[in-house]
């Protein structure tokens, strides 16, 4: 990462010389990788919005499996049928606003998988008004 700075008088028309300054690259370390649950709200009307009518439940399918592929870091993303319907109830123009699902990363049992994890996503049913992000065990 660099950052340049102007370095020299600035007034009375004298120089002005760039110095570019090194910093080291911030230690991130990388999580391990291993089964959880947790449940999210996703708010599907930001992502939907300005969709063409016959093209929004298909956009709302494909967005949960974005925001599950990027939650849990996982390539291979599975959405539940009763997740599939709760998208669909309302035809494929009204989709719901908000929708709550449980996004599970589970270990792939097969041995030629190209990732070791994939993702699994339920839909939650009932009032989520005030939750946020909750940890399941």
Request: hydrophobic content about 35%; aromatic content about 8%; proline content about 4%.
């Amino acid at each position: 990462q660099q950052v340049s700075m102007a370095v020299g008088m600035m007034s009375g028309g004298g120089f002005c010389a760039r110095q570019t300054l090194q910093f080291p690259p911030p230690l991130i370390m990388p999580k391990a990788m291993d089964t959880c649950c947790r449940e999210y709200t996703i708010h599907l009307a930001t992502r939907v919005h300005g969709k063409t009518f016959k093209k929004k439940a298909p956009t709302a399918v494909k967005k949960v499996k974005e925001f599950a592929q990027k939650m849990m870091g996982t390539s291979d993303v599975r959405v539940d049928t009763r997740l599939n319907k709760a998208l669909w109830a309302g035809g494929i123009r009204s989709t719901p606003k908000r929708i709550r699902v449980q996004i599970e990363r589970r270990r792939a049992d097969d041995e030629d998988a190209k990732e070791e994890f994939y993702s699994y996503v339920t839909h939650v049913e009932g009032d989520f008004r005030g939750q946020g992000v909750k940890v399941i065990e």
